[in-house]
């Protein structure tokens, strides 16, 4: 049966404020952009301040009433994600939408986060995690709050590989890549449940974008190496803009129709492009198990517990 292509016709969020990771480039520049011009306050929370200043300055071009800001953020150190979270906290504020959408891919050799955690497991989903966790009370305190985790065609492919989550047994890029974006969609979904558990109102989604042209081609696998112009045609023939990559997440995060623990992508062949539709869910994200596991994992290396930072409704 055909999957339905879904209407991403952002509805107004003025009054509503906005918490955009990987905000100045990319599908986060995109989102930013529509949530902007839906009437959102943006919180753009970037890693390098002087890209993150030179992607705001752009964007109140296109949108100079709007309100955006920046947050430093670096989710490779946890020591970064708390601070970054504590500030917001700080406003005394309810936060209705976290979009989690900053990440990294492929880095072909074995990095690792401040606090010694494989780079992409650690980036990609454990600061996510914690970053969610922190700012659970500002989230729980908005009307109708929404937790945006961004997996990837990748999770297809991605394993649990629970005895070598830290890359102490050894390393592959893609392989690395893959659990964390099975990780991202595991963690949405633990997350919606966790949530219907406790009482605290969530709306936790994921979405892919499908084969779309990003800072994540151009240089993440190649840690900055430009690509050759005979690739980087390739490569735009073949893949999406970001215009219509950001669709599925933007669905996921604004749509009223978006379904608790819902998960989307790009309605074309193999889901590699076109228009955005309910996403198939990989069947090692469907093993509730090992996204407990994961889930029981994730809080014990961050020190991050969920049920600690609100109480239960």
């Not at 937790?147 to 990837?152: D, E, G, I, K, Q």
Request: charged share 20%.
């Amino acid at each position: 049966m055909p999957r339905r292509a879904l209407d991403t016709t952002v509805p107004d969020l003025t009054g509503r404020l906005a918490v955009v990771t990987g905000a100045n480039s990319g599908l986060g520049f995109g989102l930013t952009s529509r949530l902007a011009e839906a009437g959102a306050e943006v919180v753009m929370a970037v890693r390098n301040r002087e890209k993150g200043e030179d992607a705001r300055t752009r964007l109140l071009e296109q949108h100079p009433a709007a309100t955006l800001r920046l947050l430093d953020l670096d989710l490779a150190s946890l020591d970064s994600v708390r601070a970054a979270a504590q500030s917001l906290l700080d406003e005394d504020r309810p936060i209705d939408l976290l979009l989690n959408n900053a990440g990294i891919m492929a880095v072909p050799e074995l990095e690792r986060t401040e606090e010694g955690f494989e780079l992409q497991f650690g980036s990609n989903h454990l600061g996510p995690f914690a970053l969610t966790g922190h700012l659970l009370p500002a989230l729980v305190r908005a009307e109708a709050p929404r937790v945006v985790s961004t997996s990837s065609l990748a999770a297809n492919a991605g394993r649990w590989q629970w005895e070598n989550l830290n890359a102490e047994q050894g390393y592959s890029a893609w392989g690395a890549y893959g659990l964390s974006k099975l990780a991202n969609l595991s963690f949405a979904r633990e997350l919606q449940r966790r949530s219907d558990a406790h009482g605290w109102g969530l709306v936790s989604t994921a979405a892919h974008p499908g084969g779309t042209l990003t800072n994540l081609q151009t240089t993440g696998p190649r840690r900055g190496v430009a690509p050759s112009k005979r690739r980087q045609r390739l490569s735009a023939r073949i893949m999406q803009t970001v215009d219509v990559g950001m669709l599925p997440s933007l669905y996921a995060a604004t749509s009223p129709d978006a379904e608790p623990g819902g998960y989307y992508g790009p309605k074309g062949f193999l889901e590699v492009r076109g228009e955005p539709a309910p996403a198939r869910i990989p069947r090692a994200a469907r093993d509730r198990a090992a996204e407990a596991r994961l889930w029981a994992v994730s809080e014990r290396l961050t020190g991050v517990r969920f049920v600690e930072q609100v109480p239960a409704v």
